[in-house]
């Protein structure tokens, strides 16, 4: 398998939208966001949008990143702590697709 995604993106948090990668999602199209950990480490960040096809979106991020986005996030979106890692998104982990 090939993963054809850029190794860093662009993110940026605004007071009306989030950007990824010069893409825009204005706060209305995101349901809500979890911080996924494993162990005691902050690994992704999951936006759960409110499409059909395409339902989250997963962000790398670590505790520092993660801390950050506790006081900004909850702000504009609603946090879902019900999201652990499936046992799809380990081995997707483990293999780095």
Known sequence: ???????????KIKSLWISI???FYDYSRISSYSII????????????LNKKLLK????????EIA????EILPNYLT????WELSFIDKIIKILKI
């Open 56 to 63: 989250y979106i997963d962000l790398k991020i670590n505790n």
């Open 37 to 48: 950990y494993e162990w005691e480490n902050a690994v992704i960040l999951r936006l759960n």
């Open 79 to 82: 946090a879902d702590e019900n």
């Open 21 to 23: 990668n010069k893409i």
């Open 1 to 11: 398998m090939e993963n054809n995604s850029e190794s860093n993106i662009s993110v």
């Open 67 to 70: 801390l950050n986005l506790k």
